[in-house]
């Protein structure tokens, strides 16, 4: 159980252009959804926190008009990372938390984002 | 602010061997602390956690940790390890109202045979 998707797996997209990126929590329900960034070789840096129905709570340095994020049910958010430039190429990461654990969250596979 | 930090970033123990992957935190209050391994192609796999209670913790794959509230330390350890973990290894802190984590760098494991 609590398995997290996300789709795509790797994406390779021109600068300039926006890419959508998939997290999917498969036999729960997620209140709350996180997306993380890591660089290689690197720790996961927390970007954003979305709670279902609501408007996605940012971290400090993080441009909520670049990453946008939806989280319109309790088994899907998407992160669009608009008008992406080579230094948005990266590895991203979501997680899922169900609303029954408190520090719960299960992780995504990720996607790696290549931006030529 | 809290912060993890993991002073080791790459760590080549011979298969069979004890492993101590080290983590230190800065948090102001309790601190939830967890640890993660991650495998190429795979997500984060929780090993274990600490809440309160027993400052010992056992976890899945024979891993333990440790919670050294003095040092601020827990310490993730395998008395002998197997070709399977080579992985990256993160400690984590839970922090924040809305349940957040924030990672350590990450430990980079390589077993040799």
């Known amino acids: 159980g609590a398995v997290v998707s996300q789709h795509p797996s790797w994406v390779i997209c021109k600068s300039g252009t926006s890419v959508k990126i998939e997290c999917r929590s498969l036999d729960f329900q997620a209140t709350t959804m996180f997306w993380y960034r890591q660089f290689p070789k690197q720790s996961l840096m927390l970007m954003a926190t979305?709670?279902?129905?609501?408007?996605?709570?940012?971290e400090q340095g993080v441009e909520k008009d670049k990453f946008l994020i939806n989280h319109a049910s309790l088994t899907l958010s998407t992160l669009t990372v608009t008008s992406a430039h080579p230094e948005d190429s990266s590895f991203y990461i979501c997680s899922a938390s169900p609303s029954s654990g408190i520090y719960e969250q299960y992780f995504g596979p990720g996607t790696r984002l290549t931006v030529t | 602010a809290q912060s993890v930090t993991q002073p080791d970033i790459h760590i080549t123990v011979s298969e069979g061997a004890s492993l101590e992957l080290r983590c230190n935190y800065s948090?102001?209050?309790?601190?939830?602390l967890f640890w993660y391994v991650q495998s190429p192609g795979q997500g984060l796999q929780l090993l274990l956690k600490y809440f309160s209670g027993d400052t010992l913790v056992q976890g899945i794959k024979g891993f333990e940790a440790e919670f050294k509230r003095s040092q601020s330390s827990f310490n993730l350890r395998k008395p002998s390890v197997h070709w399977s973990d080579a992985a990256e290894y993160f400690c984590a802190v839970g922090a924040g109202t809305g349940n957040q984590f924030y990672f350590g760098t990450g430990t980079s494991l390589t077993v040799i045979p």
């Open positions: 948090y102001g209050a309790t601190p939830y």
């Open positions: 979305s709670n279902e129905g609501s408007k996605a709570t940012y």
